[in-house]
């Protein structure tokens, strides 16, 4: 299994982006795919997971402003994420459980300022 994050990029507080997650290989039985982040300084956080039955997560600090959600038929993943603040700036990595191993992807930085 191999996830391909795309999507990020610089934008000013206030703003949207979207990042994608591509998934191959066998995922089929895949448990959930997720987003996470990781800030300068700071430990890898939960963003937002999707169970491959479409139930979904987030943490508070991004619910209401960040939406996941997925094509199971296309293995792949999104994080549609609207009033960006600069506490978002982070490198986002998108991740796997499948049948209790984890996968990741690359990571795709987010950078918000102004």
């Known amino acids: 299994v191999q996830l391909q994050a795309s999507g990020g990029g610089l934008v000013q507080p206030g703003g949207s982006l979207r990042l994608s997650c591509a998934a191959s290989?066998?995922?089929?039985?895949?448990?959930?795919m997720a987003w996470y982040r990781q800030a300068p300084g700071k430990q890898r956080e939960l963003v937002a997971i999707?169970?491959?039955?479409?139930?979904?997560n987030y943490a508070d600090s991004v619910r209401g402003r960040f939406t996941i959600s997925g094509d199971n038929a296309k293995n792949v993943v999104y994080l549609q994420m609207n009033s960006l603040k600069p506490e978002d700036t982070a490198v986002y990595y998108c991740?796997?459980?499948?049948?209790?191993?984890?996968?990741w992807g690359q990571g795709t930085l987010v950078t918000v300022s102004s």
């Open positions: 999707r169970t491959r039955s479409a139930n979904t």
């Open positions: 290989g066998n995922i089929f039985s895949s448990n959930y």
């Open positions: 991740f796997l459980l499948k049948e209790g191993t984890t996968y």
